[in-house]
């Protein structure tokens, strides 16, 4: 098999980390979606994501989506896969009943995502732009547009896009020029071009609702002008039957490092007279409908982050433990072992593993702060949800693909010279995932994101909460006898007091000095990211450590596991507290003219 | 130009850190290679990879080198700039004149190397490998095949080969089953199947020069029965004219990430009767000499990482120079600014450089130390300088190459989502990288060498006193006023002791504990690069503020680059430290059946 969904692990972080029973019993909603249920649902992901859609992976790689004439045809298999997907509900998971969803919580529905990035991260893309495009129509859309365009998103007829970027605009917004003309009859016409368009085309659903960004004429200059269109790739008639073809056409697709099965198409909208579009909620607030939707995607990519480095860690463990090659170097073996049994082996794929399991422990805990957020009935309890979710955001989007570069680069040193060869497939996650550091905005804008909105605004006291939290793990880990316990609390203090230091730092220079804030912004991001997911893993620790008896092999790994983040990965919160701290002004020093 | 040659900074480094002067008075040979020559030399050497080789660099990626009936063509272009290459002379540059190369020190070809790589690494493997085989015929060949081989291959007439690994025997040379039986005329015939021969079958040259390692029938198992075989390609006549067709044939090559114009052969040996090879040297020391070869071709590899590492900075510097997005941080100016103007983009082409230099720096010194293990008239200095450049050797290879992996993952980053799409070339370079963190050796291999001959072997001994030459930079470092030497000396004074923790426990763990040393080998790999690679920095700072009126703009960028590296760079040290101190054990505490 080439893929075996963690359902194990996932049920961990649900139960321990998330909390699903106490979500549960405080939000009426989720009242079904107890432990057995949560159970249930990933068993029956796992089988779809391992038997149906990973085995397309490789061959997505192999033969990628192509463009003739305007149409995309999608690897071979995908569009049955897709069938499957839509058939089984997967797409309505975690959105409203009322639309024909399964309203089931982020806690569980970020599990079954992740397992379908791992599966298959080029397919996985539709269907994770789909749900953006729902959060948006969710969020910002009218009763009628979304009766008309949700339930064929959920049913997997349709399937939807986000297209922000045009050749001069890419993470500034400010710079989008797509026209939208105002018409008689409450329509706009749109015209303009947008690229890096995730699944713009392609031949897996009847029609691709395409939700645009664009300056209604007249409108104010930089971000305050731009509103968000629905721009139906087949006009929808008012019995929710397909109409004439609209002026939205793919004129090529992008050739790709990684995801080539993922069509990125450039959009022409209006060529031909322009392309009909139904204004989303009121004009000049696109942008903060759009970053609705981008949230949730953002979340999205930090996933795939943890699916791909999954599927490198599982890929790399399965040769480690079949290629045969030198003596063990302390003398247990007369002959040549499975390099499993080297120790650098073995620390690289710890490494996978701990960086794994950390973020994928991190990401379930900011699911359930998500689901806290949105549907707790006290509103205390939302609001402190919420602000806990919009600090984990870049963590989970920046921390968990940037880690995803580190472990799927060791997924392929692990293979020797095999990991260089594509026919291996070690070097597809390696090609695939770099593109997860840049796209729903780069790792430097999440770091924005975490520095100016959600640290300097309020001073430090949301990052300085968080960290006091960890202080009551530390002081749990401080009751214990063991020497992981330990180990684990003494890596985790250290950290926490450098993320102190930085919470100071930033908050301290963010107005006085901000080219010294922004200097830091990444080196801060990684280290709070390091820090949260070292955290978790601790919770998961003291967890595993009282549960011993309930599992033993699969609660040693946790802690095991646990240990190895703390020693080989917490640690590297020092060198990041310096580069922040004392490093800022050396980053711009050199003159323009010197590079 | 899409490759402009760093002349400037090699020849800072020549002057000011290897110390080109002084080798040249003491050692007579190089008594014509001052800096004049040096200039003169690199400027020639940059015209030729920057207009004639650079250019093929992304065209050998588009079109590589195919395979058809046995035969490989190159890419178009491949063969003229190997002409031009070999008709400047370049190939013998660093070889004795005896042969008729130019002699040239160590210290100015790896310059030239370097240059070469950036260029083109794909083409440039060719002259790497051709390089390795003459080291080989020049330590273990009889005259006679000294006179036979190396002229032409210095012509650039034929190129070399190294024929280690197998299909069961990579990393593991014991396990090499290519056979040779003895014949009554001295010969021996080859029976085997090679695999990643690099340029192991190619158009570019007349012959190719096999160097293949096999084992005499009835040796010794393991790597004390290997031997080592001259197998040219087509037969070599007494007069040196080409003769027949040997049996030793390309049945295939790689399909590979990266690195696509340079063919990697599957060579089948003796498929149709034997091919016929001479023997090198004495039966049973193959390894031996191979690992000569192995020593300058990993020394090589560093050079290529430092090499695509440059190339991958010109690319991102050049791209944020243009590419206009978002306003300054600070205000700074109204409107959107060229991306170089953000903090982080600054941050990350800092990293760049800062790294690049560093390791060029090391790579520098060290070519310096061969040259006077070779060379120098006083057998004591001889012996130091050999040891030194051993110790060097895993670093510059191992270090220079797995930052590498991270200069060229920035170099993606900067140019977001264009870096992601292939026409634009920042993607190569990352594909291209990754094969230098394996092939030559893993880091893991690089590790273990220098783990166990090199460090525990001695008991530490060379390791430490490595330690008190830095400890002579921070007392120079001592005396002076500025911020940037305070800074420099704070961070080179932390990551010494860093290594002096790592080298104790290391030696003190070799043999009592093998698993608890070799699991920190990388770590300790990295961090002896990481310092010595700053501590270079750190006397280039010095040269710099002593030096600032000849030359302020490059001064005054180097010292702003060997501040960076000491306060962004120089404290990673900290935390391989702990893993490699505190982390032992967590390495190899999960069970195999928990993986």
Redesign the interface.
Known sequence: MSYQAPVKDMLFNIQHLAGLETLTQQIPAFADFGLDTAGAVLEECAKLTQDVIAPLNWEGDKNPSFWKDGQVTTTPGFKEAFRAYAEGGWQGLQHPTDFGGQGAPKTIAAACNEMLQAANMSFALCPLLTDGAVEALLTAGSPEQQATFIPPLLEGRWTGTMNL?EP?A???L??VRTRAEPQPDGTYKIFGTK??ITYGEHDMAENIVHLVLARVVGAPEGVKGISLFIVPKFLVNADGSLGARNDAHCVSI?????IKASPTAVLQFGDHGGAIGQLIGEENRGLEYMFIMMNAARYGVGVQGIGIADRAYQKA?AY??DR???RP???SKPG?ATI?H??????M??TM?ALTEGCRAMASTAAAAFDAAHHHPDADARKQNQAFYDFMVPLVKGYSTEMS?EVT?LG??VH??M?????TGA?QY??DA??L???EG???IQ??DLVGRKTARDGGQLARGIAGQIEVTEGQLAQRDSAAAR?VLK?LRAAREDFLAAVDYIAGSAKA???A???G???YLMLAGNLVAGWQLARALIVAEDALATDK??M??KI??A??YA??IL?????LR??IV??AD??????????
């Open positions: 970027t001069q890419g993470s500034d400010a710079l690229i890096f992008e050739h790709k490092m990684g463990v480690a433990k045969v090659q030198s170097v302390d003398g040549s499993i080297h120790p650098d082996v073995r620390r794929l710890m593993r570069l680069s392929v040193q020797g010279g990991g260089f060869i594509e026919e070097a390696y090609r770099k593109i550091t840049i796209y780069t790792t430097a770091a924005n180990a890596a000095n901000p080219n804030a922004y200097a912004s990444v080196p092999p699969f040693q790994a095991a596991t240990r190895f020693e080989h640690p590297r919160t020092g060198a310096s580069a004392d490093g050396s980053v711009t020093e050199l003159s323009l003219e010197a590079f």
